[in-house]
Every structure is written in C-alpha cells, then in structure tokens.
C-alpha cells in the first residue's frame, strides 16, 4: 500500500514538475523549447533580439540561488548522488522540503537557459516523497530505503513512460541490489506513476524517431567500436563535468546564493553562441538523429553540450546529467554514423541507429550502469530493431569505462567529499574492523559424502542450524542449512537426495581480511545465520562468522558459555 501511495505522489508530481518547466521556459523564453527555435527573438522583449538568452540564466540564478541555499542546499546539483548517499548510509532519511524546493529551482533552472536535464530532479522529488512517507508511517530503515527508490522508480517511469527503465534505474543505481521483494514493491510504484504519467502525457515513446535495422553483418563491427568511444566519451564528460566546478568553487569568492545569477552570465554567452543549448534540447537531439546536421556541426555540439551541462552544475544550477548524456550520445553517434557513411558508404546504414546506439552507450560508460541503459533507450524510444547491436556497444561502453575509472557520474561527486558508497558511513560503529577481529572458531564441518540422516544429527546438534561442508581436501564447498535437510527428509525416499553434497549451497566468498562491513552486508542477504571465511586464496575454512560474533566485536563483549560448557 505504501508503495502504491509513492507511485501515486511521484507520478502527480511529475505532471507537476513537467507543467513547471513548461511555464517558467515560456515565461523566460516565449517559447514552448527554445533550443527547438534557436536564434529566434523573444516575443516578450523582441527588441532585444536573440541577446535576451544573455539575461535569462541571471534572472533564473536570482531566483532558485537563495531558495536553495535557504531552504534546502541539496537541492544544488543533479540530485541523484544525494539519493544514492541518503539509501547507502542515512537510512533513506531525506529532508522532506527537498522534493517542493528541488521542484522549483530545477524548473526555473532548465526554463531560463540551464542546459540539464530533468531526470535527477525527478528522481530527487520522488525518492523524498517515498522517504517523508514512511517516516510518517515509522517504517524500520530497511523499508525506508525501498520506498526511498520505489519513488525514484516512480518519478523516472511517469516523466519518461518508461516503466521498466524506472524499476532498473532504482534496483541498479539506487539500492544496488536486486531482490523479490524490492522489485515487487517497485514495479508497484513504477506502474502507478506510469499509469497517472500516462493519462497526462499519453501512451507514445518520449522520443519519436524513424525505425532503424541493422542491414549489414559488417555494422557489428561499428557499432563495437563506438561502444568502446562512448566509453571514453562518457568518462571525458564526467572529468569535464567535476574539473568546471572545481574551477568554478576556485574562482567564486561571493555568497553561495549569488553564485547562479553571476554566473548565468558566462551561461548567457554561450547559449547566444549555441542557442540549441538551451534547456533539455530534446527537439535538437531528435532533429540530429533524422540526419538534420552535418558532422562538423554535430561535433560542435556535443562539446557544446559538455560546456554548457558543466558551466550549468559548476555555477549552482539545479537539474540532472541524463538527459544530457543522452545528447552528447547522440552528437557522438550522428557524427560516428556519417563519417562510416562517407568512408563505407555500402556497409555502414543509417547514420540514426548509430546516433541511438550511442545514447545508450555515452550514458552506460558515464553511469557503469548497462541494464538500465538497455532498458531505458528502448522504452524512450521504441526502438527494437537494433536492440542487438545496443546491448554489444553498451556493454562494451561499460567495460571501457570501468577499465579507465571505478568511478561515475553519480558517485564521483560523493568521493570528492571524501564518501565511499562502499565503506561504512563516517563514525559509523563497524568502522575499519576486518572479519578476522570478528570471525568465531570453524564448527564441525560436513564432508559432501555423509548421509543426510547423519547431517540431520550433527545440525540438530548445532546451535546455528548451518555447518560447512569441506571436501577431502580441505577446500569450502559451502554451507548445509537445518532447513535444506529438514525438507529433504520431508520428501518420499524415492525424490529424497541421498547425500551432503546434492544440497550444499555456495556462499559469498568472505576472507579473513575483507572489511567488516562488506562482510555484513553478504551476511544479511545469505540464506542462513553464518557464513564461512575463507583464507586469502579463497579455499580453505579458517574461521565463521555469524550475526552474534559481529556484534561482541562492536560491544566489545565475550561469548556466553556453551550449554556444553555448563
């Protein structure tokens, strides 16, 4: 039920969100998207000619600058690592005034010129529904956290019609696991919000582009090798994106709140320069798809956009990188295309597939996240036809990518304030412990040979209802539950499995010198209470940790005696 009321509130603010953006461009602009009328006057100051996209970006930035750093100063920047950091160590908790502040100061934002997009404010809007939601409902911290993405699935599967996309968005980049339980609780949310997103927006693809195929076996080949550019791309723009701010935090010695408006007016100068800048720029990215620019014109714009995005975060502005990914995927893939049609003019194709290919390429190499960049450029735009060479370029795009950098888009901005996703949260209890300080003695292991009855003894015997089973030379096999072997029994003697070895289960690997609280978290999603450590080569048992032994490390408390012992 809580996840349908998230779906039903990211889903009306999303029409919210999207209304706004709408009203504030043509408020700013006289037009419904000024990047589709690039150069063009405003009505609303016509005398001013194509020179009012100086003034817009100032006027925005005196707007959305102290309403951020007045109420609610994360609400700077794409949002979407502010979401990730609040599941990762905050316990989904986020200020509940984020989703109304990070509404308006990413719609006044993207409407007077900034060149970002709209899926990190979304996403930050509904995950603070999701998270204001269940803290009125007092929640424990594991639920907290789903509906924190069950909001974010929202917000993505309404603004885009894209339902599944929503869902992998949040299991993938959100929560960064994927269980039964998380996806039917977000697929509920993501389905409500389509639902709602629909009925406002209708049931058409986001982006509405020509079919594209595949024609010759040699494209493989192609779009192989734009994948591993797109890698490439998409890290340039992430270093780009980070380098700006930097200069921008190096150069600006004013009040955080005036930060926008100054410098909207080095923004202002480059949308007069490049007015298909302006805003989200989805008219231009469909316009280069259909083979609307030349090369030399694409290219010019996909660096462009690098620009303008950069300029935008580094000055204080509010809104997301996807949308620009997407665009600086498209330039790439536009250009990539055309240059394959003039060198091999018979074997090359459309140059638009290439242009869609590199959408999802530029955004999986920017993002490291492959399934939600499949699933998302096949929902915006309908394209099934060369879903085959998508998922080639985009799983290459994401192995480039991680071979250049262990960073994103999204963490990187956490890591330069000194946040590892990975590590325990600052002052946090399991602090830099390693399994070794925690791990209990090796229990009586099982060997895959032994009878179940005989395992059924020795577990009934066990005060953890798991033991390891070890071969006869000495290598970890697994673990043996009380439950596994309590239902084999319940079986007829015909179906039952007959030995240790048909029922062991492997285990996540766990060393003596991993950190403890990576420790902690495979032991919270195994099927038993313990788990066995391994040696540093991964095959002998030295040790066994369970929830218990975890927890005298942290108090800093002895075992209590066994029933044996007394």
């Known amino acids: 039920m809580l996840a349908l009321v998230v779906g039903t509130g990211a889903g009306l603010g999303s029409i919210a969100f999207r209304w706004l953006i709408t009203t504030f461009t043509r408020l700013f602009s006289g037009h419904a998207d000024y990047a589709a009328a690039g150069g063009s006057a405003n009505p609303h100051v016509p005398w001013l000619g194509p020179a009012f996209v100086v003034i817009t970006p100032v006027l925005g930035g005196l707007l959305y600058g102290p309403l951020v750093d007045r109420f609610a100063k994360e609400a700077r920047g794409h949002?979407?690592?502010?979401?990730?950091?609040a599941v990762a160590q905050r316990g989904g908790r986020i200020n509940p005034q984020v989703s109304v502040v990070k509404a308006l100061a990413s719609?006044?934002?993207?409407?007077?010129?900034?060149?970002v997009g709209r899926e990190g404010p979304i996403v930050q809007i509904g995950s603070a529904l999701g998270s204001t939601l269940g803290r009125v409902a007092k929640v424990p911290a594991d639920r907290l956290r789903l509906l924190v993405a069950c909001g974010a699935a929202g917000g993505i599967a309404a603004t885009f019609n894209a339902p599944l996309a929503g869902v992998f968005f949040a299991m993938e980049l959100i929560l960064g696991v994927f269980s039964a339980e998380a996806f039917g609780a977000i697929v509920l949310s993501g389905v409500t919000a389509s639902v709602i997103g629909r009925a406002a927006f209708g049931n058409t693809a986001f982006l509405t582009l020509p079919p594209f195929h595949v024609e010759h076996l040699a494209q493989y080949g192609l779009f192989a090798l734009l994948g591993v550019v797109a890698g490439v791309v998409g890290v340039g723009f992430t270093r780009v994106l980070y380098w700006v701010e930097d200069a921008c935090d190096w150069?600006?010695?004013?009040?955080?709140?005036?930060?926008?408006?100054v410098g909207g007016l080095l923004l202002g100068l480059v949308l007069l320069a490049l007015p298909e800048m302006y805003?989200?720029?989805?008219?231009?990215?469909?316009?280069?798809?259909?083979?609307?620019?030349?090369?030399?014109?694409?290219?010019?714009?996909?660096?462009?956009?690098?620009?303008?995005?950069?300029?935008?975060?580094?000055?204080?502005?509010?809104?997301?990188?996807?949308?620009?990914?997407?665009?600086?995927?498209?330039?790439?893939?536009?250009?990539?295309?055309?240059?394959?049609?003039?060198?091999i003019p018979g074997t090359a194709g459309e140059a638009g597939a290439y242009a869609l290919v590199g959408m999802g390429a530029v955004f999986a190499g920017a993002s490291h996240a492959p399934i939600t960049a499949v699933v998302i450029l096949f929902e915006l735009t309908g394209q099934y036809t060369i879903i085959l060479p998508l998922m080639l370029a985009i799983?290459?795009?994401?192995?480039?990518?991680?071979?250049?950098?262990?960073?994103?888009v999204y963490t990187l901005k956490l890591r330069r304030r000194g946040i590892d996703l990975h590590t325990p949260a600052p002052h946090a209890a399991l602090g830099a412990q390693t399994v070794g300080a925690?791990?209990?003695?090796?229990?009586?292991?099982?060997?895959?040979?032994?009878?179940?009855?005989?395992?059924a003894d020795l577990l009934a015997r066990s005060e953890r209802g798991v033991l390891p089973v070890v071969d006869d030379h000495g290598r970890c096999l697994g673990t043996l539950t009380a439950r596994a072997v309590a239902e084999a029994l319940a079986d007829s003697p015909a179906a039952r499995p007959g030995r240790v070895g048909d029922l062991v289960r492997p285990t996540p690997a766990i060393s003596a010198d991993m950190p403890l609280a990576t420790a902690v978290h495979a032991l919270a999603t195994a099927s038993g209470t313990s788990l066995p450590v391994l040696d540093p080569d991964g095959k002998r048992l030295v040790g066994w940790l369970t929830h218990q032994s975890v927890l005298r490390t942290l108090h800093g408390t002895t075992p209590a005696p066994t029933a044996a012992a007394v």
Request: glycine content about 16%.
């Open 395 to 408: 799983v290459l795009a994401t192995a480039t990518s991680r071979l250049l950098t262990r960073d994103t």
């Open 251 to 261: 150069a600006w010695r004013g009040p955080e709140w005036l930060r926008p408006a």
């Open 438 to 455: 925690a791990m209990d003695d090796v229990p009586e292991p099982l060997s895959p040979k032994a009878e179940l009855t005989t395992a």
């Open 279 to 343: 805003g989200v720029g989805y008219p231009v990215l469909e316009k280069a798809t259909r083979g609307g620019y030349v090369i030399a014109f694409l290219l010019l714009l996909l660096v462009g956009k690098v620009v303008a995005t950069s300029l935008t975060i580094g000055i204080g502005g509010s809104g997301g990188v996807f949308a620009p990914s997407l665009f600086i995927g498209a330039m790439l893939g536009a250009a990539y295309g055309a240059l394959a049609g003039h060198l």
């Open 107 to 115: 719609a006044l934002c993207i409407g007077s010129g900034g060149s």
């Open 79 to 85: 949002g979407v690592p502010e979401v990730m950091l």
